[in-house]
Antibody, heavy 119, light 108 residues
């Protein structure tokens, strides 16, 4: 299983970015996917999740309305659209998923992609 | 918004048992997951569904949950177990997930 994020970078406050997460090594279309972020030196923050076929999405209250999660199962890719970015959105963004079953579950994470919001 | 509460730090000597707690109002009805994170690395799942352990995780890691508190226990803690530990669960609706604030485990 491999998750590889891309699309991060530096942006001014109010700007937008779209993060991508390319998945391989498992049947992407069968699993929920999540985005999590972490300010260096601080804790993990759950942002959003999407179900296997993209019809159900949930968001943390702190980012609802500014972030949009989506997926393209034909491309085995997860996305996170970040709009109206604020300085406090500066963090490393991870895509993550659980793969397996109740008898042996595994959690997989990408390497993380940094986003810097600064004027 | 929903919160999970962890102690900021726990310290034990090598070979002792480390216990890290996580409290939350929805824990009586929602599973807890535990992650270990070492500096500069992605988190690693050490316990899922309150008590289950991924096949690659050593047996010294165990979990329990009772009422509004879950506990991660590391029996015979080793220096290699040092790092930050996070509990993870959902609110009562099951639609919003949250991490605890994290506990820094020191083994020395």
């Amino acid at each position: 299983v491999k998750l590889v994020e891309s699309g991060g970078g530096s942006v001014q406050p109010g700007g937008s970015l779209r993060l991508s997460c390319a998945a391989s090594g498992f049947t992407f279309s069968q699993y929920w996917m999540h985005w999590v972020r972490q300010v260096p030196g601080k804790g993990l923050v759950w942002l959003s999740r999407i179900d296997d076929d993209g019809t159900t999405t949930d968001y943390a209250d702190s980012v609802k309305g500014r972030l949009t999660i989506s997926r393209d199962n034909a491309k085995n890719t997860l996305y996170l659209q970040l709009n109206s970015l604020r300085v406090e959105d500066t963090a490393v963004y991870y895509c993550t998923t659980f793969v397996g079953d109740a008898d042996d579950l595994h959690s997989y994470w990408g390497q993380g992609v940094p986003v810097t919001v600064s004027s | 918004s929903y919160e999970l509460t962890q102690p900021p730090a726990v310290s034990v000597s090598p070979g002792q048992t480390a216990r890290i707690t996580c409290s939350g109002d929805a824990l009586p009805s929602k599973f807890v997951y535990w992650y270990q994170q070492k500096s500069g690395q992605a988190p690693v799942l050490v316990i899922y569904e309150d008590t289950r352990r991924p096949s690659e995780i050593p047996e010294r890691f165990s979990g329990s949950s009772s009422g509004t508190m879950a506990t991660l226990m590391i029996s015979g803690a080793q220096v290699v177990d040092e790092g930050d530990y996070y509990c993870y669960s959902s609110d009562s609706s099951g639609k919003h997930y949250v991490f605890g604030g994290g506990t820094k485990l020191t083994v020395l």
